[in-house]
């Protein structure tokens, strides 16, 4: 008798659906899903190999995450126009928050934690000199999320990243607007050295710079649009 096939997963499985999530996730933080363009859960699934159910249910959630929103018209999906007004909650919310984690992450800082720190840093650093904006975001997104993850604090961790899949689309667009020159002056040597230091109040201020520069940027953008 031959040998049974094995079996091929289930494209429902709650695997598969949990990784199509994170899939689509990442592409939104990292800006591959450019805003103001619509694209179809047909396109979706079949870039990334898999039905349309998965496609459909992580897209659910990223629409009550406020990341996508659905074209009632004509069922396409697109990232939601940044306002003014709501570039400003973010930055403020972005403020509340990131800055608490890196000053909680300060105290747990170990010399594993800063030397892959330094390494992401190099990265976004070589991503910048080359105007690799794939690189770029990508290594931006872990240097942060790398220092806030060793804060311990799984709510604040949570909130954001939330906000990080909002603003990642137009990130990617600012900085394909300022290019590499505009982007240098980040302030991600000056955390290091606060978190070498273990300075919790001096990595806070390091990352809320950080983040104003980068949202100052923003603006200039969004208001350059209107």
Not at 203 to 215: C, V
């Amino acid at each position: 008798m031959a040998e049974p096939k094995p079996r091929r997963p289930l494209a429902d499985s709650q695997a598969v659906h949990d990784q199509v999530y994170a899939a689509i996730r990442q592409a939104l933080i990292t800006g591959r899903i450019a805003p103001g363009v619509g694209v179809s859960l047909r396109s979706l699934a079949a870039e990334l190999g898999v039905s349309p159910m998965p496609v459909r249910d992580a897209v659910r959630r990223l629409v009550a995450e406020r990341a996508l929103e659905i074209n009632p018209a004509n069922k396409r999906l697109s990232v939601p126009s940044l306002t003014a007004g709501r570039l400003e909650q973010l930055s403020q919310a972005r403020l509340w928050i990131e800055p608490e984690l890196a000053a909680r992450a300060a105290p747990q800082t170990d010399a594993a934690l800063i030397k892959t720190l330094t390494a992401l840093d190099a990265e976004v650093d070589a991503a910048l000199t080359l105007g690799d904006v794939d690189r770029y975001m990508a290594a931006n997104h872990r240097f942060h999320f790398t220092l806030y993850e060793r804060a311990g604090a799984e709510v604040l961790l949570s909130m954001a990243g939330g906000l990080w899949l909002q603003i990642g689309p137009f990130m990617r667009v600012v900085f394909g607007r300022v290019g590499a020159d505009g982007l240098v002056a980040d302030r991600h040597a000056e955390a290091l050295e606060a978190l070498k230091a273990r300075d919790a109040d001096a990595a806070r201020q390091a990352i809320a710079a950080d983040l104003s520069e980068g949202m100052d940027k923003m603006r200039a953008a969004v208001k350059g649009r209107g």
